[in-house]
């Protein structure tokens, strides 16, 4: 490997005017190779200069070098090779940490993303914090102020004015909605549920009593707006649970005329809108951006929007939060103590020293989801050419169409052959969706062709055996 490389003096043409006023030396340096890397002008597997040529060539110290060359390995856009030195890479295209392969399986079941490279290096810093915090905190219920302050400042950023009063630190977008359904549900209220959903809200609504009203999200054509609107004022629910950035599963986004109409139908009936924007940062290429759902209401609708550092620096982290008016913030600390006492302090600090790195965070996890996302496209098309699979533009997934009703079949098929993967009706109710299976693109190249492989050889297994009637009955909604 690594047979190719690039000069001190090639790559400092390549950076052309690299520094940036606005930032510290070795960020401006390491911005400038990323951007290299990622569009190709410097190519994967390709040997970087020793970081004492590049600086000597560059005019900088050393430790600018360093630091930089060491900023790049953390979101893994550099690897260190034994006798090659610092090696270009694209995140998520080497087989990377195995976290899919669990106990003797590959887990596709979770479509989650690996940590990132970088915290380890947050965690050590954020203990070296700790021993100011220890006076004065303990059990925290509502989250560090200057946590609160950084996440409300996301929410600025984006467009969507947020004071850190309307902001709760959870352990986790789970533990958001459970809160928010134990807190706003009572038993037998009505709750809109998009259908196919993310399976532990589903969950998290039931045992709070409520009776779900499904509305349709398909992959191809997201929701239907006249549908969703009907739904809202006919069935009048108390509370409505809504990804609209990349739903998990399907993938599709809501377009902003949907979202307009979503607000005033539920503003009508005193619907609370819990918006689950755990996905929305994780875009690979959505030919629109929208603002954070919120912004987009003009007419007071009750919005409580769910988010979490979980899919995007990773979900070993438990730390999300809760955005939303003073008065239901302190609604729901008040009611959080019966489940927990509060978020760990260390968790906290930790997130806060992630928080700055966000947009390097988030392009290289775009790179990552790309690289996967076009294999796994790739892959099934050629094995599959029967089955739908729809091209998702961010997400952490892909909800395949398989045209038989055989998702349980294949998934157990799967098992014997050493992948655990969802089958279609984890996300529905009463065993809908079993022409569907959900399968990730968050796990490296090398983890998805061998699961793909499984999943071929699982796929011609069930093909000799018939499909038993139960599967065609469980296809009823
Ligand atoms: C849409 C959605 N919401 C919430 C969660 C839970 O996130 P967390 O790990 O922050 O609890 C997930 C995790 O898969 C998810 O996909």
Redesign the pocket.
Known sequence: MADVHITARALSALLGPWRNDDAVAYRSLADRVRLLILDGRIPADTRLPAERDLAERLNVSRTTVTAAYRELRDNGFLESVRGSGSVAQLPGTRPGPDIARRSGYLDFS???LPAIGAITGAATRAAERLPRYLDDFDYDTIGLPELRAAIADRYIEAGLPTSPDEIMVTL????A?GLIARTHLSRGDRAVIEHPT?P??HDALRSAGARLVPIPVTAENGWDAADLEYTLDNSSPTLAYL?PDFH?PTGASMPLDTRRRVCRAAARQGTVLVI?E??RDLDIDRPESFPPFAATDDVGAKIIT?G?V??TVW?GI?L?WIRADRGVIRKLVAARSIGDLGTPILEQLTVLEVLPEMPSILESRRAQLRATRDRLEELLGERYPYWEVPHVNGG?STWVNLGVPVSSQLALAARNQGLLIASGPRFGIDGAFERFIRIPITYGLADTEQAIDALAVAWQSILRAPVPDSALLAEVV
């Open positions: 979770k479509a989650a986790g977008a789970q533990h909605i993310y532990h809200a990804m998990n689950d755990t996905t769910v979490s979980g899919k979900g438990r999300g952490l």
